[in-house]
């Protein structure tokens, strides 16, 4: 992946020192996890005004390293582009908890039954969900025909990036998310997963993209909610299921069990871990502060990201 340098207003969501005596910078705004180059101690400019910007919660204009998710530059905003992130960062009014999760005690037989296990309060913002698989399939292979390492034209633009598993999560969801609710017009809630404890990371293996294991602190796709029907005896009767569309990391939808498991790959890292979850609405765009999370209605963040990342690859 060639070297590129990106820029933005983000915040701080949490300074972290490893057991190896590195220290990982999270950022709302991005799912990556970031530090700072071997020569910037904890004293210097950037370390302390990041610092700084925890304590205080307020953003920064952040200088990164997009192959090495190394922060280069942390520096003060303009009025300007500070009055336009406060303008822009609306937050999901009364968002859902987030839970803690052990990936490895679910039950997949229950786990992923909405009416039985899965009893999201959000659910009930919206009713009209996928009516089969094959639909759900439908949905999927749009989406991951959006993919910018397809030749376009592209039915829908800009493409998504999918081939670039690194970063843009909170973009490609939305992106999809726009897509199932206004070209399908089904139900659209977003799922996230998180590694916010001790050494805790998420860890996938990004096998549809070159095999190299790809880290990240959060991670968020849409998530939608099919009925199946089984022909039992004496008569058939129909489950709701809780699957994600993550073309991504797939090649179709899968169970929610599946995802997060996905994600706790130790082949890469002895701390691959599935810290919480939480199931928000489609509005969710990326955490913030608390529990929050904030929102795109307009889709100008998604779309900039998307154009962003469209040339950049994973392995």
């Known amino acids: 992946m060639p070297t590129k340098q990106e820029s933005g207003l983000m915040t701080v969501a949490a300074i972290r020192r490893r057991k190896d005596g590195r220290t990982q910078y999270l950022f709302h705004q991005r799912e990556r996890i970031f530090t700072l180059p071997a020569s910037a101690g904890e004293q210097s400019e950037p370390a302390v005004r990041l610092k700084q910007a925890l304590e205080k919660r307020r953003p920064l204009n952040v200088v990164m390293d997009a192959k090495d998710s190394m922060i280069l530059r ?32 679910i039950d997949p037989t229950r786990f992923n039954l909405v009416d039985i296990h899965l009893k999201w309060p959000v659910f009930r913002l919206c009713q009209k969900i996928i009516p089969s698989y094959a639909k759900a399939k439908q949905i999927f292979d749009f989406c991951a025909g959006l993919s910018c390492h397809l030749p376009g034209p592209y039915t829908v633009n800009p493409c998504i990036p999918f081939q670039y598993v690194i970063d843009g999560c909170y973009a490609r969801a939305h992106q999809m998310r726009r897509i199932i609710t206004t070209r399908f017009h089904y139900c659209c809630e977003k799922v996230f997963s998180f590694a916010t404890a001790n050494d805790d990371t998420l860890a996938v293996k990004a096998d549809k993209w070159g095999g190299c294991c790809v880290y990240w602190w959060y991670h968020v796709a849409p998530l939608v909610r099919v009925r199946l029907v089984i022909k039992g005896w004496p008569a058939k009767f129909s489950i709701v299921l809780a699957m994600v569309i993550d073309p991504g990391m797939f090649d179709k939808p899968v169970l929610l069990s599946t995802w997060l498991a996905a994600q706790e790959n130790t082949g890469c890292s002895p701390h691959a871990h599935v810290t919480s979850y939480s199931i928000q609405p489609g509005s969710a765009y990326t955490p913030y502060y608390g529990g929050g999370f904030s929102t795109d209605p307009s889709y100008t963040a998604t779309e900039a990201t998307l154009i962003n990342y469209s040339g950049l690859t994973t392995c």
């Open 74 to 105: 942390a520096e003060e905003p303009t009025p300007g582009a500070l009055q336009e992130f406060q303008r822009y960062n609306v937050l999901v009014e009364k968002p859902s908890k987030i839970a803690p999760l052990d990936v490895r005690a």
